[in-house]
């Protein structure tokens, strides 16, 4: 039975699903599936997760997955809503919008979840983070839209509810703790 317990842990579980997704990567970028590209695939995952590991990455708190698809819905209307208003900047008549670099202070304590936190805002179209200072837990982000109030103050909401989405899904404030050892994941 312990056998059977080490075998099947967080970070034996990770491995093998990274070493699925890059064989899948990998067979949708060398065309028809084929014996031959099965295998290239899995040699070249197995290689990447057991020859070229990933540093250990400390992990505080837990996945919720309803608090996730909130996250992934939000995200995805905000992404689509910030793509058509750079369209219509790119198309309408008149000067550029006026777009500047703002400060973002933000409660994340997981260096892990900052990090997403930091793509996500990269993923919305019109936003690039410049700079992170986990120190002071502050993100430099470039808007591409800050000639106004309004929109200034709509980039802090929905950067806001994305922080809150963040912490909801991945590290609950009562769920909080230091990283040890034991929950520290390696892909």
Not at 31 to 52: D, M, T
Request: proline share 7%; hydrophobic share 50%; aromatic share 8%.
């Amino acid at each position: 039975m312990t056998t059977l317990r080490h075998l099947v842990n967080r970070n034996n579980v990770l491995r093998i699903g990274v070493v699925i997704w890059l064989t899948a990567v990998w067979l949708a970028l060398w065309g028809p599936p084929s014996v031959a590209n099965l295998l290239g695939g899995l040699l070249v995952a197995l290689v990447v997760v057991f020859a070229l590991p990933l540093p250990k990455v400390p992990v505080a708190g837990r996945f919720h997955p309803l608090s996730f698809i909130q996250l992934i819905a939000v995200s995805t209307y905000y992404a689509l809503e910030s793509s058509l208003q750079v369209a219509w900047f790119a198309i309408r008549p008149g000067p550029p919008p006026v777009s500047g670099v703002l400060r973002v202070h933000l409660s994340i304590q997981s260096d892990l979840v900052l990090v997403m936190c930091t793509d996500l805002l990269n993923l919305i179209p019109g936003t690039m983070a410049l700079e992170v200072d986990r120190a002071r837990c502050v993100v430099y982000v470039h808007v591409l839209d800050v000639g106004s109030e309004e929109a200034v103050v709509n980039f802090y909401r929905i950067t806001r509810r994305l922080e809150h989405l963040m912490i909801n899904a991945f590290e609950r404030p009562g769920e909080r703790r230091r990283s040890d050892p034991e929950t520290e994941v390696r892909p």
